[in-house]
């Protein structure tokens, strides 16, 4: 079988439990079974060596233990219980006791695993209902052994299984799964100029995913690199707030041979389980527009007290949405030195405007972009995500950026690639083709512009916010201080973004002079600007950059269109009132 039908095949398990689970569940039994019946198969030949030698060692500290028992077992882990998926359904009647004793077995990262399944209580469901000896004994019919599948091969098996589960768990698919053409996407991008430097052999490179759901990010940049060089090793991490999830990807990482132990569980905010690493890469597809009340201690604490020092230096922005808190928080891992680090990460339309100039939103804009951070801005067609139809972006940043693209922000519109889906799935009604890739890869990496792409300098998206005051007046006088400078009247207050021009951070005095003379002061002579209160702002207005202007109709054809309506409806009415 090749990898979907042997994925299809162990899904086929799952008619087992119709009737007893909902099909949105299905994926909680079928993926630990998956991965337990793979360790088992891959632990087969060393079992018997590893039994003799936990019988001198199990006296050692867990710890050491481990690492002696990994060692005779030829893998990061190990079991050490005297049972095996043979061994379980010879003895039907002590099922449940034996599989638990076989769980327990295993070495700490793989029994974690099992505890974030919270699989323990669907032992005692499928127990109940009679359905534990029929589900192992059909897993115990699987030959999932190394020499007939290997890591990988199981990896494309699992990601089949997980996206099985995604799409039949439509209303939550969207926190587990990203979908696989969008990573894809991504992951050129993010690789794109360095081609070379990938295909060196024996190259080594780290990935980083900060909310790494089940691994698809890890597996396609993964996958990628060993297309493009299959002497090259790229080492992944990632950390996971979800335990549905977590147990997947470390599920994935475990299966493929990976380091299962770079994997973290708990809030990347408040609980960063790579505080002092730094990583070549990083991708993600943090939850969109959502609140951080729960970590907002925390977070507030970390950019008061450390300032740039620590993640979040350069603001906070609203509570309602922390999308740039992760994005902040990546950035943070980006290498100072040793080629610097390149990140790609989705988000929905508020991060591009959100904020006016001084907000968290427009201070945290302005920080990437004028440190030159902000290589590039893709639009997304909709209905691209399981759990929401609306538009989405990758931001593309780095800290190395080549020497074409110092200075310049490129803005990609690909909101037009896709094609229709003949099944919907959620909210997931179109899809990218391997073609679309391949276009939306090619004018991104042309940095030419045209229908599709537009270059700007970063100083195009900063303007200074100013505020343009007009006297209060009382019985037809100008109310005036001590100083005699009429007083401002707040009813009449207004404000104006003034661009910036190029190469600058701020407008000059004579910037604000010369706008105020040519668009204010003709219609309002007695304003002036209060100086102290002049902000700088950024933000990206994508779509005024891609409008295309559709002329009106001539009159002449909507009046002839009207008259040949009203010669149709002729009669009509004295038809039906008679």
């Known amino acids: 079988?090749?990898?979907?039908?042997?994925?299809?095949?162990?899904?086929s398990i799952a008619d087992l439990l119709r009737g007893d689970y909902k099909q949105a569940e299905y994926g909680k039994i079928i993926l630990p079974f998956t991965m337990l019946r793979r360790l088992d198969c891959v632990l087969e030949k060393t079992k018997d060596k590893v039994l003799e030698k936990y019988k001198s060692v199990k006296k050692l500290n867990e710890d050491a233990m481990e690492t002696v028992l990994n060692k005779v077992a030829g893998y990061n882990f190990h079991n050490r219980s005297k049972?095996?998926?043979?061994?379980?359904?010879?003895?039907?009647?002590?099922?449940?006791?034996?599989?638990?004793?076989?769980?327990n077995g295993f070495s700490k990262d793989a029994r974690e695993i099992i505890d974030k399944f919270k699989f323990d209580g669907q032992i005692t469901y499928l127990d109940q209902q009679d359905l534990l000896f029929l589900?192992?004994?059909?897993?115990?019919?699987?030959?999932?052994?190394?020499?007939?599948?290997?890591?990988?091969?199981?990896?494309?098996?699992?990601?089949?299984?997980?996206?099985?589960?995604?799409?039949?768990?439509?209303?939550?698919?969207?926190e587990h799964f990203t979908p696989r053409e969008v990573i894809r996407l991504m992951v050129n991008l993010l690789f794109i100029n360095d081609r070379d430097i990938l295909s060196k052999k024996g190259i080594v490179k780290t990935l980083y995913d900060c909310a790494c759901g089940t691994g698809g990010m890890l597996s396609i940049a993964e996958e990628y690199l060993n297309e493009l060089n299959p002497d090259a090793r790229l080492e992944v991490f990632g950390q996971e707030l979800n335990d549905e999830s977590y147990a997947i990807c470390k599920s994935d990482m475990m299966i493929k041979g990976q380091k299962a132990v770079n994997i973290k569980f708990g809030n990347s905010f408040t609980n960063d389980g790579f505080p002092d690493d730094k990583f070549d890469y990083m991708l993600a597809n943090p939850p969109f527009g959502v609140e951080w009340k729960k970590v907002q201690k925390d977070?507030?604490?970390?950019?008061?007290?450390?300032?740039?020092?620590?993640?979040?230096?350069?603001?906070l922005p609203r509570i309602s949405d922390g999308s740039f808190l992760f994005l902040q928080h990546m950035i943070s891992k980006m290498r100072p030195t040793d080629g610097g680090s390149r990140l790609a990460i989705v988000f929905n339309g508020s991060p591009l405007f959100?904020?006016?100039?001084?907000?968290?939103?427009?201070?945290?804009?302005?920080?990437?972009?004028?440190?030159?951070?902000?290589?590039?801005?893709?639009?997304?067609p909709d209905q691209l995500f399981y759990n929401t139809g609306i538009l989405t972006y990758f931001w593309v940043c780095t800290n190395r950026k080549e020497p074409k693209r110092k200075g310049k922000v490129q803005l990609v519109n690909a909101v037009g690639f896709f094609k229709k889906m003949s099944r919907s799935l959620g909210n997931k009604r179109n899809e990218i083709s391997d073609q679309h890739i391949e276009e939306i890869t090619r004018i991104y990496g042309s940095l030419r512009q045209g229908k599709y792409c537009k270059i700007f300098n970063n100083s195009d998206f900063g303007y200074s916010r100013i505020t343009v005051e007009r006297p209060l007046i009382e019985n037809g006088e100008v109310v005036?201080?001590?100083?005699?400078?009429?007083?401002?009247?707040?009813?009449?207050?207004?404000?104006?973004?003034?661009?910036?021009?190029?190469?600058?951070?701020?407008?000059?005095?004579e910037d604000i002079q010369e706008y105020m003379e040519k668009e204010v002061l003709p219609h309002v002579p007695d304003a002036w600007v209060d100086h102290k209160k002049t902000k700088v702002g950024y933000e990206i207005n994508f779509t005024k950059y891609f409008y295309e202007y559709n002329p009106l109709r001539p009159l002449s054809d909507i009046r002839a269109d009207i008259l040949a309506l009203e010669r149709k409806t002729d009669g009509l009415l004295a038809e039906v009132i008679g």
């Open 135 to 174: 589900v192992v004994e059909r897993f115990a019919r699987i030959d999932l052994h190394p020499n007939g599948v290997s890591s990988m091969e199981m990896g494309y098996v699992f990601e089949e299984l997980i996206r099985k589960f995604a799409e039949m768990s439509n209303e939550t698919a969207g």
């Open 354 to 380: 959100t904020g006016s100039a001084g907000s968290g939103e427009s201070e945290i804009r302005r920080w990437i972009i004028e440190n030159d951070m902000l290589e590039a801005v893709v639009a997304l």
């Open 83 to 103: 049972f095996d998926f043979k061994k379980l359904i010879a003895d039907p009647n002590n099922l449940t006791m034996n599989l638990r004793n076989y769980i």
């Open 299 to 315: 977070v507030k604490t970390e950019h008061e007290k450390k300032g740039y020092g620590g993640r979040f230096g350069a603001g």
């Open 480 to 509: 005036t201080d001590k100083k005699g400078n009429p007083k401002p009247d707040s009813n009449l207050r207004d404000y104006e973004n003034i661009p910036l021009k190029k190469g600058k951070i701020e407008s000059s005095l």
């Open 1 to 11: 079988m090749n990898n979907r039908e042997l994925a299809n095949f162990i899904w």
